[in-house]
């Protein structure tokens, strides 16, 4: 075999810069200015829109299914970029429970949270007044975001959150900026909007509440990404950070 061949197998083509994150340390090189300029230009242009996919794991289950399906499945079946169950659960606790101690911290009834997947599983209306207890709402949102077959953060930005931790302070917000908007699907990046946009709020209320966002990021961020494989304990706190980081920087972030 000629030295030409050989060496024409050690080569790699790729589209986008972020992809090089799968085969090195993407954070430690050095890039012109010019060329992150147009990559940016070329990933904005051609970023993946929802729903880029169908799982096959979402053969079988009910059309009207919210919970353990892929978020194509329910946009599909509901026409909706936001899952109902999020929209119902986060507008009930906009309304009623930021004031609530321990929102999001605490457990809820298993046998009325059982119920509640039920009728969201069956493309119902849940009123939650009608439940009486604020937790329950807020424990709906994190098994549904847990359930997910693919996390809300997806499987492809799981190791380039976990090496955020090698980043500058002072570029770490700017470098997340650019992969929430540029490397996350655009109805994920909407519906984190969102529920971010709660988080927040809560936070706002956490003199009532004790709630900061240290306390809720320990809450959502092993909710919001994990790897396809066994999750070290050693990452839950990369993970933690980073949905602190959300939380504490949503205005820079989520701008749009």
Do not use: C
């Amino acid at each position: 075999m000629s030295e030409g061949v050989k060496f024409g197998r050690k080569i790699m083509y790729v589209n986008y810069l972020h992809e090089l994150k799968e085969h090195l340390h993407f954070d430690q090189l050095v890039v012109p200015p010019l060329v992150l300029q147009h990559d940016a230009k070329m990933v904005a242009s051609n970023k993946p829109k929802y729903p880029y996919g169908q799982d096959s794991n979402d053969a079988g289950t009910l059309p009207t299914q919210q919970y353990g399906v892929s978020l194509h499945h329910i946009k599909s079946h509901y026409g909706t970029v936001i899952p109902p169950v999020v929209q119902q659960t986060v507008d009930y606790l906009r309304q009623n429970a930021l004031d609530v101690e321990g929102i999001f911290r605490r457990s809820a009834n298993a046998v009325q949270l059982k119920a509640v997947q039920k009728k969201f599983n069956q493309g119902e209306t849940v009123n939650f007044a009608v439940e009486g207890d604020e937790h329950i709402p807020a424990v709906a949102l994190k098994i549904f975001l847990r359930d997910l077959q693919e996390p809300l953060l997806t499987f492809d930005l799981y190791q380039p959150i976990l090496r955020l931790h090698t980043v500058e302070d002072e570029r770490k917000v700017a470098e997340v900026r650019r992969m929430l908007h540029e490397e996350l699907p655009e109805d994920n990046y909407q519906i984190l909007k969102f529920i971010v946009q709660l988080l927040t709020e809560v936070v706002d209320h956490s003199a009532m509440n004790k709630m900061n966002s240290s306390n809720l990021a320990i809450v959502f961020g092993p909710n919001l990404l994990w790897p396809k494989g066994q999750a070290s304990l050693s990452s839950m706190g990369y993970l933690n950070n980073f949905a602190r980081l959300l939380i504490d920087n949503y205005s820079q972030l989520f701008d749009r």
